[in-house]
């Protein structure tokens, strides 16, 4: 127990270092206060699904990436020699993420059933072992992933088989799919416990089939994180060492196999795009990253017109009438944030593996190789973009002057995250800290200015997300036009970049 908490002390400690619990703290704020916004009856409905989306699972990534830099530091190396073993390592991540975890939640839970003081001590309880439930299940099914994964690109291109542990309970507590055995995916009876405490039903579940289904998720949880100690304590040493040092040679030599045989920059700069898409040392995780945009609009195309029924006819809400809303945080800054998040893990990995001190004596420079990641996450951004938005069916109103406008302003937030990620993380672990910041307001801003009365918007337009949205048709933009947006969200969007992009360099420079 003595060496539980001390490993709980110390993993404690590293996430606040890295800004982890700093991020939670702040989340739970800002959701907190759009919950408060929101009418209570509204709030109700809309938490037990954020919960369960987003706060449930905030530290399923930073729970790999902190394993992944551990390992990369040799800091599993170095614990060997301490009391400390696997079992207290995966211990203490599962508590202090958990933790954070439940840190948001509470207010938000708490906001959500204002003016409900009776209710408030069941919510709380209910809703939180929810949260716990469900949170603990991600991170040890995480974990294990994380623990097979050589780098977080690796572990990226296995997350889709954590998808059913999110999707499943989300059609269960809809209602979508009421069956029984949606309980043998193991986080259903957290959603459902969510729900339960919150949601405005009158009846809950079959208690017998919940607490059977708490029994079944502890199971779950106690057999992977058992097989996570174990990928744990097989991951460190000189195994990871030396795995470090081939992936570094494998990323290093698309600009070093040109430097040795005196040819140009032209040659390595495409040795590093043929390494970005099918992958030397690392997985091909930008080329599977193509055709998401794709899939994305398939599966809004597909899904819309049922959840607005289901909107509709259980809540009385019209969805169809906010439709640019959506179209503006699901498809037009969702698919340049899932570029520029790819785009600034790798800038960032290269970094982390002394990738870049390789471009020191190729014909490379640092310059180029961060235009070439500039470059490419905003060009892959505006070809998805321009696949995705029609595909979605969302785009009612067709091609127009305001859409073509708001998708190349869209386009240029990939590489401002990129370099935001790169100016502001040190390391894949600050990475995502960056990254959970950054992605929450590329969500909020396109709702909250759809939400807000005209004059009050323009308090947005100082945040570069809010260009591109503004300028979508369905969107008040008043008196500015899509001309007038295209001029202040590019002056906006460089001015912020040239800050960012600035900072980096100097990261970079002092290399």
Known sequence: MRRLWAATVLEWRVER??????????????????????????????????????????????????????????????????????????????????????????PMVAVS????????????????????????VLLTVCLVAGARARDLSGFLLAAPVVAPLVLVPLLHVSGVVAHP???????????????????????????LLVAAGVLYA????????????????????????????????????????????????LPALAGFVRVDLLGTGRGPLMLVM?????????????????????????????????????????????????????????????????VLLVLCVSPLSLRAYLAYRLVAVTAASLVGLAVALPLSGLMASGWSA??????????????????????????????LVVVKGIGAVMVLVPVVLWALPRPWGLFLLVLPPAWPALALPGYASGPLGPWWCLAGGAVVTAVVSAVLVRRTWRVLHGL
Request: glycine letters at 12%; charged letters at 15%.
């Open 218 to 265: 502890l199971v779950w949880v106690a057999v992977a994180a058992e097989a996570a100690r174990r990928g744990v304590e097989g991951g460190g040493g000189g195994a990871a060492v030396s795995r470090r040092g081939a992936s570094g040679r494998g990323r290093g030599r698309a600009a070093g196999r040109a430097s040795a045989t005196g040819r140009g920059a």
């Open 181 to 207: 055995l949606t309980y043998l995916v193991p986080t259903t009876v957290g959603a459902d416990l969510i729900l339960w405490g919150i949601g405005p039903r009158p009846l809950g579940p079959d208690p």
């Open 290 to 354: 193509l055709v998401a945009p794709v899939l994305l609009a398939l599966l809004i195309r597909v899904g819309f017109p049922p959840v607005a029924d289901f909107l509709a006819a259980s809540y009385g809400f019209d969805l169809v009438a906010h439709t640019p809303a959506v179209l503006a945080a699901l498809v037009l800054l969702h698919v340049p944030m899932m570029f520029g998040v790819v785009g600034g893990l790798r800038a960032v990995e290269d970094r982390d593996e002394n």
């Open 17 to 106: 270092r890295y800004g982890v619990v700093p991020m939670a703290a702040g989340l739970g704020a800002v959701w907190t206060l759009v919950l408060f916004a929101l009418p209570a009856d509204t709030a109700r409905v809309v938490v037990p699904y954020l919960l369960f989306v987003d706060t449930a699972g905030f530290g399923a990534l930073f729970v790999v990436a902190l394993l992944l830099f551990e390992r990369t530091e040799g800091a599993r190396q170095a614990l060997a020699a301490t009391p400390l073993r696997g079992t207290e390592a995966v211990a203490a991540k599962l508590v202090v993420l958990t933790a954070l975890s439940l840190l948001i939640a509470v």
């Open 402 to 431: 305001g859409t073509v406008v708001a998708l190349v302003l869209a386009s240029a937030q990939a590489a401002l995250l990129l370099a935001g990620m790169t100016a502001l993380a040190a390391n894949k672990v600050e990475a």
């Open 113 to 136: 059933v204002r003016g409900r003081t009776a209710e408030t001590g069941w919510a709380l309880g209910m809703s939180l072992a929810g949260v716990a439930l469900t949170s603990l």
